[in-house]
């Protein structure tokens, strides 16, 4: 797999509701040594309701500036939340030839959205 | 699940916290000497476990799903760009792997402790090197050396 | 002399931009069919490359990124590539200008034909970048350009009526011209000024001299010296052709003709001065666009460049900058106009001039870039006026370029 794969990729409930797009993949290096850095586990996938590509990040930090690009690309993504991993059903094929068409995430029933805001 | 329910917050977690969109994928790759070998075109992801990185979890490996612990095992560089500009995916073995062990330090660009003659990806570079630029006369004279 | 030197990479940036071969004609053209109307323009785009050019400058010199590594990671490969793609075609048709005015400023000095000189130009240029030291290159150039301060001197031995000249200053479209060519040469002109490969130049200049936080200074002051100087001798240029080539209604439409009203106001010896500042601005704009196409490109694509290193050690951005030259005879031996090359330019700078804009604007912004050196309140205020300016510009060249017929 690999990270363009679920990136872009439509998100789904158990139920077929389409809940939005998974715009980033959220990392977390807490995996065993491997070199100098701790390995990157993937933690959870970043969700966007509204659109498929996060322009720039700013609905994920703190930056407000400058104004007034910063606001409206937040106020444009508002609703993005991050699902944790283990919460997720299934992932597409790689050019799954049985399913045609837009890769799709699907989530667990009862999943859970998690604020997806980084602290620096 | 709707909408307008508040979002639960994020536990603190025990590493450092990278998105990949955000900090990793298109910063420059840089060898140990700071020379540029590539941008990180994309990242590859298997199950986490022994023998992970070691080149055996492919990318082309069925997909995981929440039920298995995934890593990051390698970046990826050169072909992939192209199915990132017009879509489609290349076969894995035309992809070039950079092992994540390899990685020192994710800033404003990545850094591995490699030098950059020594990976794959940086083929093109060694051949029009030995077979145009080098060739040239001057082509190997050091700039700080005087004319 | 030193206090000169450590500003010769502004200087010479804003050579490339302001009087590089498209632009002293362009400028003549304005001067001498809209006066000194349009000289607020000039003004209004001096602002802005030095906005733009100090942002990438700061972003350069504290996080060590050069424009394009930004424009990739903060757009991604899709509207990078666009952008990208538009920024090669403007550099290389300025390249192809420039090559093909280095000749025609060898002709003016030499009386040799144009097309002879066009291949000694493209090997000149090349033999410097291939092994002139960065900074031995700057400084030449640099100061050889500076002898267009000639035009400037001009200007004053034309002895012109001041307050006539001043009272010219207000926007205004002249009788015998319609708006839409008014506004399309506002645009080319402030298209001019805010070239995407000034910055691309500037912001990897800053890496090839090793800049760090520390010398956010020296960047300040490239700017706020290269770029005004830059504005002012193309406004010198427009003033003269307003005194001597309007009254007498010469319409400008060679590089030759630049030389008429040097030549009134100074005699042979001012001409000659301005025919060195010609040779070497036009040189100094090749260099920059040469350069500048390998920077972006091997910036797009994670090459390693840079004049700092060998040859053999940037082989990919050597090899890129010897092709950019190689399509730039092989355009010039169709025998097209290369002055008139430039004119397209603006159409392919409205695209690519928001998108290298606005990541600039915002790594400028964000502290895991730039730690305590982000972007302040007023800087913000200017720069995003300046982004919306930008964005009309780029929306309003096309199609005022297709009604006007690219200024008819």
């Known amino acids: 797999m690999i990270a ?75 609703g993005t939340f991050l699902v944790h991993w283990p919460d997720v059903a299934r992932v597409p094929e790689p050019d799954d030839a049985d399913h045609p068409g837009p890769a799709v995430v699907v989530l667990r029933p009862g999943y859970l959205r998690y604020d997806a805001t980084l602290h620096r | 699940m709707t909408g307008a329910a508040p979002l639960l917050p994020e536990p603190r977690q025990p590493g450092r916290v990278l998105d990949a969109r955000l900090h990793l994928l298109d910063r420059q790759v840089l060898d140990v000497d700071s020379v540029p070998v590539g941008t990180l075109d994309d990242l590859e992801l298997g199950p986490s476990g022994p023998g992970a990185a070691a080149g055996s979890p492919r990318a082309d490996d069925p997909p995981l799903d929440g039920t298995t612990t ?78 | 002399m030193k206090r000169l030197l450590a500003v010769a990479l502004g200087i010479l940036t804003a050579i490339g931009g302001f009087l590089d071969a498209g632009d002293l004609v362009t400028n003549a053209v304005v001067g001498s069919r809209f006066g000194m109307s349009l000289a607020w323009v000039v003004g209004a785009g001096v602002i802005g490359i030095c906005v733009f050019a100090h942002m990438s400058g700061k972003v350069a010199a504290v996080s060590g990124r050069a424009t394009f590594e930004i424009i990739r990671e903060r757009l991604g490969p899709r509207a990078a590539g666009l952008n990208l793609a538009a920024s090669l075609a403007v550099t290389v048709l300025t390249l192809v200008a420039e090559v093909g005015g280095i000749a025609l400023a060898l002709q003016l000095a030499s009386s040799v034909d144009h097309r002879l000189w066009v291949p000694v130009a493209a090997l000149a240029v090349w033999l410097v970048l291939w092994r002139v030291k960065f900074e031995i290159m700057e400084n030449v150039t640099g100061l050889l350009g500076l002898a267009l301060v000639g035009f400037a001197v001009a200007v004053f031995l034309l002895g012109p009526d001041w307050g006539e000249l001043a009272a010219q200053l207000a926007p205004q479209v002249p009788v015998e011209e319609d708006a839409g060519t008014y506004w399309y040469y506002a645009i080319a002109l402030f298209g001019a000024a805010m070239t995407p490969y000034e910055v691309f130049f500037f912001s990897s200049g800053g890496v090839e001299e090793g800049w760090t936080a520390k010398d956010l200074a020296t960047s300040r002051l490239n700017v706020l010296v290269g770029f005004p100087l830059g504005g002012l001798l193309s406004v010198s240029i427009a003033a003269c052709a307003a005194l001597v080539l309007m009254p007498a209604g010469i319409q400008v439409d060679a590089m030759s003709q630049l030389t008429l009203p040097v030549a009134q106001a100074g005699g042979t010896l001012l001409v000659a001065v301005i025919i060195v500042g010609i040779v070497a601005a036009t040189f100094g704009a090749a260099l920059e666009t040469a350069l500048s196409t390998g920077y972006s490109l091997s910036q797009y694509l994670g090459w390693s460049w840079g004049k700092f290193r060998r040859p053999a050690q940037a082989a990919r951005f050597h090899l890129a900058m010897i092709l950019a030259l190689v399509v730039a005879v092989a355009v010039l031996a169709t025998n097209v106009d290369p002055i008139a090359v430039t004119e397209y330019s603006v159409v392919f700078s409205a695209v690519a001039l928001p998108l290298t804009y606005l990541p600039i604007l915002v790594v400028a912004n964000d502290p895991e870039y730039m730690g305590d050196q982000v972007n302040g309140r007023a800087m913000n205020a200017v720069a995003t006026v300046y982004l919306v300016i930008i964005v009309v510009a780029a929306v309003a060249a096309i199609p005022l370029m297709i009604a006007t017929e690219a200024g008819g």
């Not at chain 1, 491997?34 to 959870?44: E, T």
């Not at chain 2, 017009?86 to 490699?114: E, I, K, M, Q, Y």
């Open chain 1, 4 to 78: 363009s794969d679920l990136l872009d990729a439509r998100v789904l409930e158990a139920d077929g509701q389409a809940v939005g797009w998974v715009v980033d993949l959220r990392l977390v290096l807490d995996g065993t040594t491997d070199g100098i850095l701790a390995r990157p586990r993937l933690h959870g996938l970043v969700v966007s309701p509204r659109t498929r590509t996060s322009f720039l990040g700013f609905e994920r930090s703190d930056v407000r500036s400058p104004w007034p690009i910063a606001p409206l690309l937040r106020r444009w993504h508002r």
């Open chain 2, 70 to 147: 995934v890593v990051v095992t390698a970046l990826l560089s050169g072909p992939v760009l192209g199915t990132r500009v017009f879509g489609g995916r290349p076969p894995a073995s035309r992809w070039h792997r950079v092992l994540w062990r390899h990685v020192t330090d994710v800033g404003t660009a990545v850094r591995l402790a490699n030098r950059g003659d020594d990976l794959d990806l940086t083929w093109t570079e060694r051949w029009v090197r030995d077979h145009v630029v080098g060739r040239l006369p001057g082509g190997r004279h050091d700039p700080d050396a005087g004319p």
